[in-house]
């Protein structure tokens, strides 16, 4: 079964650009959740997707966006960037469900996002 | 909301001998716990996770971690560390009812020879 995929490995961009990412999950998996990471901040949440519907968000500025599609690709994007907004960026896929269930969560190799 | 501490930023350990990470946690729900390493330019790879029942945790590579509810921990243990061990180690937690994960700040490990 192919691990999670996400494209592209490594961006650069400069100070204001957009930049979208993108991350197919395994095959069958549902549920897809978004993480930044930084030297400084550590592993944060950005949001969860679930069947196309965003089910967890963590604490980021509206410039961070995501969505699902039907066939549970899930793509994020990065408005009006600066320079804090590089990182790598993770996405975990898993079978999600029920509430109190545990699947586990997969992840992705990550794109690291430089902005000059 | 779920926090984690690890209490080690860096441990260096020669190759064969033990290792402890310690990791706590605070939560006022239900919580599963996970320990996860990253090598270099990868992702997350799951050692173990304590979901419910017995609190000592078997992982993959001979890692194991113990799960202690009154004192809200659950250091990751390994009783004979080799080279390939080298790599960053993060605990995470997160409330049993979403899959949104809190983790630690990492636990950066130098196995030397």
């Known amino acids: 079964k192919a691990g999670v995929t996400q494209t592209p490995r490594y961006l650069i961009k400069t100070r204001g650009q957009q930049v979208t990412l993108s991350c197919s999950p395994i095959s069958g998996h549902r549920s897809v959740s978004w993480y930044q990471q930084t030297p400084g901040q550590g592993l944060q949440f950005l949001f969860e997707?679930?069947?196309?519907?965003?089910?967890n968000k963590g604490n980021f500025p509206g410039r961070f966006s995501g969505r699902q599609f039907s066939n549970s690709r899930s793509e994020m994007n990065v408005s009006t960037l600066e320079l804090g907004d590089s990182a790598l960026y993770l996405c975990?896929?898993?079978?999600?469900?029920?509430?109190?269930?545990?699947?586990?969560?997969?992840f992705g190799p990550g794109t690291r996002l430089t902005v000059l | 909301a779920q926090s984690v501490t690890q209490l080690d930023s860096q441990v260096p350990v020669f190759e064969e001998a033990p290792v402890e990470l310690r990791c706590n946690y605070s939560?006022?729900?239900?919580?599963?716990l996970f320990w996860y390493v990253q090598y270099p330019n990868q992702g997350l790879q799951l050692l173990l996770k304590?979901?419910?029942?017995?609190?000592l945790v078997k992982g993959i590579n001979g890692f194991e971690a113990e799960f202690n509810k009154s004192q809200t921990s659950f250091h990751l243990r390994k009783p004979s560390v080799h080279i390939s061990d080298t790599a960053e180690y993060f605990c995470a937690v997160s409330a049993s009812h979403d899959y949104k994960l809190s983790f630690g700040a990492g636990t950066t490990v130098t196995v030397r020879a």
């Open positions: 304590y979901l419910s029942g017995s609190t």
């Open positions: 939560s006022s729900v239900s919580v599963y």
């Open positions: 975990a896929s898993s079978y999600g469900g029920l509430a109190g269930t545990y699947n586990e969560q997969f």
């Open positions: 997707y679930f069947s196309e519907t965003q089910r």
